[in-house]
């Protein structure tokens, strides 16, 4: 009894599900910085909004000193200007002096208001330091989790490469050279998936229809060098006779067709 597939063909398709394995464990691989770099701009996030509020929190802090500096300055002003008034000789003079404290209680006023402002400011600053911290904490007991969960994940994927890529120099070793190093060129040409199951006389990869004299030639075919290439997206494909059992067990087919859907032809 025939095979279901030639065996070249058989062993390219073994290959070609490790590869597909491969590809995966390697784009998966490939994601780690990118989330690293997600969880890093978090923490560093929340650090900044610390920073700025205690930077509001510092300027409000600055600026109730500077108006009850005002405050006291005004004050020692005023003292001074009654100190004077008792030894004016003239009218006109102590009305002046009347005129400049009056003055200088209207600047301890307006001072006053303002240091009102800043001790509202400061408490609000300070709920929002106290939040900010909070914040922060809660982030970064959060990326601990995540960088742990990031480390595991990168450590399993590398095992899987590895292991991954044992399989492939066994699978590769009964592959004449010549037809590895073509497999290779395909697959580097679709992102890996080289090979195409002929499903209703069209390429199951790019769709395109495989004329029957082809598909006659491939049901023909016992050479086990003989390949058949799909015309329109130059893969290698591959024939299953419907009532044949032992289709390949690892779903290349549907692989193939993935790809397909993904517009990877
Ligand atoms: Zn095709």
Redesign the pocket.
Known sequence: MRAAVQKILQTLLDLQAVDIRLHEVRARLAAFPKKTAEVDARVAAAKAAVEQSKASQLNTIKERKKYELDVEQWKERVRKYRDQTSQVKTNEAYKALQHEVEMAEAEIAKAEDRLLEQMVNAEEYDRRVKASEKDLKEVEDAARGQRAKIDAEKAAAEKDIAALEAERARAVADIPENLLDHYDRIVRKHNGIAL?EVRNEK?G????IVRPHVIQEMRRAKGEDELFH?E????ILYYIEADQPGAPASGPAQQASAATAHGE?
């Open positions: 195409a390429c990869a790019c769709g395109m799909c329109t997206c130059t893969r032809c």
